[in-house]
């Protein structure tokens, strides 16, 4: 158990549709790091938040958004679905923002549209 | 721009020999190197961070190598077992990139 949590476990929803990802990260650490990781690739960096503020963009699509709020925790928000969205959607954290900082994964949220 | 190979190929190989896996990256000059474990449908495990000044990082039985020259990592397995099975990510960060971008990853099977 890495101490990172995600909800809902799995998700399936409709295109067009609007949903939202929670994430929990692990006690003490003040990074979190949003990952998406469909089956014909491999993990995709999304963007990570530090102490509430965003600090480094992948290659997130304008429909998807996340926030990170004062008790740390944190949400990705992802809109008008389309049937490429359907992917493994990992949440990380890590202490630091940079440096030699390992991190740690929640068990992930597999996300269907249909 | 910045690209991370790990061998696409499944790397098979027999209970008790060492596993050889290879990251190669280019257009990065990373502070630090970062392998993880992946099991199917689940998320990648910490395993081992080397730092560019240090050659060579042990932990039990695996083993990391960085050669920054080469821009090249090595992480073997000694002593493989079937409950090493699994896919072996690499993600070298730092330096000048603070994100951590993950190679797509070398699935690994040790059959008895």
């Known amino acids: 158990d890495s101490g990172v949590t995600q909800t809902p476990k799995h998700l399936i929803t409709a295109t067009g549709q609007r949903v939202t990802l929670r994430c929990s990260p692990r006690s003490g650490d003040l990074s979190v790091y949003w990952y998406q990781q469909s089956l014909d690739q491999g993990l995709q960096f999304l963007i990570q938040y530090y102490n509430g503020e965003e600090r480094a963009k992948g290659n997130i699509l304008e429909r998807f958004s996340a926030q990170q709020f004062p008790d740390l925790h944190s949400e990705l928000n992802l809109s008008s679905l389309e049937l490429g969205d359907s992917a493994l959607y990992f949440c990380?954290?890590?202490?630091?923002?940079?440096?030699?900082?390992?991190?740690?994964f929640g068990p992930g949220t597999r996300l269907t549209v249909t | 721009s910045q690209k991370i190979e790990q061998n696409s190929e499944a790397l098979n190989i027999q209970e008790g020999k060492t596993a050889t896996l290879t990251c190669n990256y280019t257009n990065y000059s990373p502070a630090y190197l970062q392998w993880y474990r992946q099991d199917p449908g689940r998320g990648p495990v910490f395993l081992l961070l080397i730092r560019e000044n240090e050659k060579e990082k042990r932990k039990e039985r695996l083993k990391v190598t960085f050669d920054t020259t080469l821009k090249q990592s090595l992480f073997h397995i000694t002593a493989s077992q079937p409950a090493d099975s699994a896919t072996y990510l690499c993600a070298p960060h730092g330096g000048n990139t603070d994100k951590l971008i993950f190679g797509t990853g070398t699935r690994l099977q040790v059959f008895p």
């Open positions: 990380a954290s890590s202490l630091g923002a940079s440096g030699p900082y390992e991190q740690y």
